[in-house]
Nanobody
Framework: QVQLVESGGGLVQAGGSLRLSCAAS????????MGWFRQAPGKEREFVAG????????YYADSVKGRFTISRDNAKSTAYLQMNSLEPEDTAVYYC??????????????WGQGTQVTVSS
């Protein structure tokens, strides 16, 4: 099992940047994909970005390509989401996810509690 804790959310002006972190604990010596999802009020949770154990496979939602960057540091058992050029449409609760199925397109077995990102205009 993997426990996940997100941090780094907050309030930012449009055009600004934030970096989210996801710290994993538990059986972090096993290979697992990690990813980020988000959910805005009244909307379904959607995939944002995912990364395989080795970092060789990375996927992004079309809405964030060119603006967001996902990365991971397995020595620290931590994944990151660097968010640049933020827009009000990016406002949502962001959730970290992990899955021992090392498929970065859909990690969903374990979830963090979420961190709020609010972008003002």
């Amino acid at each position: 099992q993997v426990q996940l804790v997100e941090s780094g959310g907050g309030l930012v002006q449009a055009g600004g940047s934030l970096r989210l972190s996801c710290a994993a604990s538990g059986r972090t010596w096993r290979r697992y994909a990690m990813g980020w999802f988000r959910q805005a009020p009244g909307k379904e949770r959607e995939f944002v970005a995912g990364i395989s154990w080795s970092g060789s496979k990375i996927y992004y939602a079309d809405s964030v390509k060119g603006r967001f960057t996902i990365s991971r540091d397995n020595a620290k058992s931590t994944a990151y989401l660097q968010m640049n050029s933020l827009e009000p449409e990016d406002t949502a609760v962001y959730y970290c996810a992990a899955d021992y199925n090392d498929d970065p397109r859909s990690p969903h077995a374990y979830w963090g509690q979420g961190t709020q990102v609010t972008v003002s205009s």
